[in-house]
């Protein structure tokens, strides 16, 4: 089954339980300036969640871009070193607004995946999660569905493993909340790792497809609890997570719609290892940024267009490793368009427009980034530790052009570390000297009209997980 084929269906098998068919929203969250992107499907729902909407429908489903480069949910560390992780995904989801609450979820989720007429996945591959004290949830997994007791098991908060796994679901540090049970998919003993809640749980055989959050909470900036009109459903499952269990591989990045632009990556890069981590990461920012773009912003040097510029900056260094010093980004555009267009409009009518912020910011990059990496080069020929020092990657920001977290991708790829505090120290030093960046201006007012600007004042939270640099 197809990735276009798989949205196609989990819209239609939800239409036909009687819920709306509601579009994507866009990846700049309509009226919540405390969240940096959409990052699930209720980000759009969330004052319907929370009783200060009201929709003609109390069902709903949607196929939603996400991006997960920043704030509480961030994996932009996470592409190229997993499998199941991008920075831009497609999340399917189903909602209830005081509508259904856990046994529908539950059995509605269960049916998509398992039944021979949706997606047919063997029950025995499956394994569940429930939130360690939601013993109603245990239940109807074990009693109503029939999952094998010891495949579900209880998960508390947080546990402070790699990827923080709890079953407690929140969209940001303040908002919607609640317990929530998981679905995890086997991918067999070939590939490491244990099912969630072992010591193993970070490895990449057991995957995790699906989230059934039990909305029940609002939570407000002083940390309050409130209870939210009516207990709600918001479920999330990546689409490119599902489409690798339906087409027997085991990364999102072997599936159809990533195969495609991984070749058209190496085509553009004059690579022949398809293989590359690079040309993964690349596939991977080419959809964050083409987005990202096309809801509106722009690489800048501040808030949203700062980490779009970020993200940007490493799909291009990643090219720069690949031996590729002309400008190939841009490049990548039509494929995909190709590959998603049909699925998001906007993103063929935007094509062009994206095309020219690629190229601008490729060309802005370009002028600094082989001197940099010549920087960069020679203070690790010199090194004595196994941490570059602050001084150094600071250098490298201020003069070059190359984002903190850059500089620490390169660095990572070598087992290296940096010193923060030293680099947080000189930041804070230029900070108060001035505001000004110069080496980051690009003059982007010829090229597009920013319409609505993206305003963004969550930058305390931001800077606390060092998002912003
Ligand atoms: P993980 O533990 O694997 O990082 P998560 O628990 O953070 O996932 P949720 O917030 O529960 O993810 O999101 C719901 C679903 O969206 C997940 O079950 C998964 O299928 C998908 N998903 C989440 N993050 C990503 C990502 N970075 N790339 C692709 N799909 C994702
Ligand atoms: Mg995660
Ligand atoms: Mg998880
Ligand atoms: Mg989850």
């Known amino acids: 089954m197809k990735s276009a ?11 036909s339980k009687e819920h709306s068919i509601v579009p994507s929203s866009s990846l700049i969250p309509g009226n919540d300036p405390t969240l940096l992107f959409t990052n699930a499907g209720m980000v759009q729902f969330k004052d319907v969640f929370i009783g200060e909407d009201k929709r003609s429908y109390t069902r709903a ?11 509480k949910h961030n994996d932009l560390e996470n592409v190229g070193y997993t499998a199941r992780h991008h920075t831009f995904f497609e999340m399917l989801g189903n909602f209830s607004f005081g509508d259904y609450f856990k ?8 049916e998509f995946l398992t039944s021979k007429e949706w997606m047919a996945i063997p029950a025995e591959k499956l394994w569940v999660t429930v ?3 939601d013993d109603e949830a245990f239940d109807i997994w074990a009693t109503q569905i029939g999952v094998p007791k010891d495949r579900i098991i209880r998960i508390g908060d947080n546990k402070g493993g ?9 969209m940001g540090d303040t908002g919607p909340c609640g317990p929530c049970t998981e679905i995890f998919y086997d991918h067999g003993e070939s590939i490491w790792g244990g099912p969630p809640g072992s010591p193993e749980e970070d490895g990449d055989r057991y995957i995790e497809i699906w989230n059934i959050v039990f909305m029940q909470f609002n939570r407000t900036p002083d940390g309050a609890m409130n209870p939210l009109p009516a207990p709600s459903v918001d479920t999330g499952m990546g689409l490119e997570r599902v489409a690798a269990v339906m087409q027997d591989v085991h990364s999102n990045y072997e599936i159809d719609l990533f195969q495609n632009l991984l070749n058209a990556t190496a085509e553009a890069t004059n690579s022949t290892d398809l293989e590359n981590k690079s040309l ?13 773009v096309v809801d509106g912003v722009l690489p800048s040097n501040e808030g949203r267009g700062y980490v779009l510029r970020r993200i940007m900056r490493r799909a291009i260094r990643h090219g720069h490793k690949l031996g590729q010093t002309n400008a190939f980004f841009h490049k990548l555009v039509s494929a995909l368009v190709k590959e998603m267009g049909e699925a998001y409009p906007e993103l063929a009518q935007a094509q ?24 960069l080069e020679s203070a690790l020929a010199q090194l004595s530790g196994k941490e570059l020092s602050g001084d150094v990657a600071f250098t490298l920001y201020d003069t070059y052009g190359f984002p903190l977290d850059l500089t620490a991708d390169i660095i990572r790829e070598r087992d ?3 010193d923060e505090a030293r680099y947080d120290e000189l930041m804070t030093q230029q900070r108060e000297m001035s505001r000004a960046a110069g080496q980051f201006k690009v003059d982007y007012s010829n090229v597009v009209q920013l319409d609505g600007a993206t305003e963004f004042l969550g930058y305390s939270e931001l800077e606390n997980s060092g998002v912003v640099t």
């Open 162 to 170: 790699r990827y923080n796994s709890d079953n407690f679901w929140a």
């Open 5 to 15: 084929e798989i949205r196609q269906a989990f819209l239609q098998f939800f239409n």
């Open 131 to 133: 939130y360690s004290e």
């Open 280 to 292: 993964r990461v690349i596939a991977d920012h080419l959809r964050s940024c083409a987005f990202l």
């Open 352 to 375: 062009a427009q994206v095309e020219k912020v690629f190229l601008l910011e490729e060309e802005q990059f370009a002028k600094t980034l082989e001197k940099g990496m010549a920087v």
């Open 61 to 71: 489903t949607s196929s939603q871009r996400c991006v997960r480069a920043g704030g």
């Open 103 to 110: 046994e529908s979820a539950i059995k509605y989720a269960w």
């Open 416 to 418: 290296l570390t940096i």
